[in-house]
């Protein structure tokens, strides 16, 4: 038995699947108001979801996440779990957040960009840490963020840059592995979600 709970105005497609039970005891499903949820869809138990949510298809949401108000999953994205995600978030199409990842309110994240939580893959038995993008944060398409790293408040990352270090706030990250730049006029202000 699956349960959850949407609020009003919500357009679900049929074939969308709404608390799909995660552990022995998996916690209710809610699902804010106004939500429009696209086919294939899948959002496991134990998952808050604020006002105005829109996904893609085939977007899925796994157990322990929170997410705020006026969030779009793109088309293929995967959140897999335990993060916390802000209001005014827009993740692209093939978007992956890993488990313990913190995404701040109003940050972009572009088609294709990669989060990351394993320091060592299958090489070394450590506690997994995903990245925190603060406030404000742009994460251009086919970018990589490397493990516990943390995109500063109103920091660029560029497309296709692989992000190794901590970008301070109001930095411009570009190229592989990314240097910080200033920011230029034309990135500086805050983002139109």
């Known amino acids: 038995m699956r349960m959850y709970v949407t609020g009003a105005g919500c357009d679900i497609d049929d074939d969308v699947t709404i608390g799909y039970a995660a552990g022995d005891d998996p916690d209710q499903t809610v699902i804010g108001d106004d939500a429009r949820i696209r086919s294939g869809t899948i959002i496991y138990s134990d998952v808050n979801i604020g006002d105005g949510f829109i996904t893609g298809h085939d977007a899925l949401v796994r157990e322990d996440t929170e997410i705020g108000d006026d969030v779009v999953v793109g088309t293929k994205t995967v959140i897999d779990g335990t993060s916390v995600i802000g209001s005014n978030v827009s993740l692209q199409s093939r978007v992956y957040v890993p488990t313990n ?15 990351t939580n394993d320091p060592y893959p299958v090489r070394q038995d450590v506690e997994m840490t995903g ?5 404000g944060a742009s994460i251009g398409g086919n970018a990589t963020v490397l493990p516990d790293v943390t995109v500063g408040a109103d920091a660029f990352v560029a497309a296709g840059a692989i992000v190794t270090e901590d970008v301070p706030p109001e930095t411009l990250a570009v190229g592989a592995p990314a240097e910080h730049r200033p920011l230029p006029p034309k990135l500086q202000g805050e983002n139109s979600i």
């Open 131 to 135: 990245p925190t993008l603060e406030d």
């Open 101 to 115: 990842t913190t995404i701040g309110s109003n940050v972009f994240v572009g088609p294709g960009a990669v989060l």
